[in-house]
Nanobody
Framework: QVSLVESGGGSVQTGGSLRLSCAAS????????MGWFRQAPGKEREFVIA????????IAADSVQGRFAVSRDHAENTLYLHMNDLRPEDTGVYYC????????????????WGQGTQVTVSS
């Protein structure tokens, strides 16, 4: 069982930045495909960005291309989501998740999830 704990959410204005953290209970961020998803009120959970195991590569949803990035600190077993130029449509609960697949953007393929952290972007 892998435990994932997100932190770093908050409220910002349009154009602002935030960095979310996902602390893993073990070295899972190196062994699993790690992804970030978000869910806005009344909407389905959607894929944001993911990072593969070694060699690292990432894929991001079109809506966050060029604004969001993902990184990880192996020593700290922590995954980060760097969010820049935030927009009101980025508002939602952000979840960190782990998958045994080599590459997937479907939430159904992610087996471990954190509890989520709220991000609110005001205009």
């Amino acid at each position: 069982q892998v435990s994932l704990v997100e932190s770093g959410g908050g409220s910002v204005q349009t154009g602002g930045s935030l960095r979310l953290s996902c602390a893993a209970s073990d070295r899972s961020i190196s062994r699993y495909l790690m992804g970030w998803f978000r869910q806005a009120p009344g909407k389905e959970r959607e894929f944001v960005i993911a990072m593969t195991q070694f060699p690292s590569s990432t894929i991001a949803a079109d809506s966050v291309q060029g604004r969001f990035a993902v990184s990880r600190d192996h020593a700290e077993n922590t995954l980060y989501l760097h969010m820049n130029d935030l927009r009101p449509e980025d508002t939602g609960v952000y979840y960190c998740a782990a998958s045994r697949d080599s590459w997937t953007t479907s939430s159904r393929d992610y087996i471990y999830w954190g509890q989520g952290t709220q991000v609110t972007v005001s205009s």
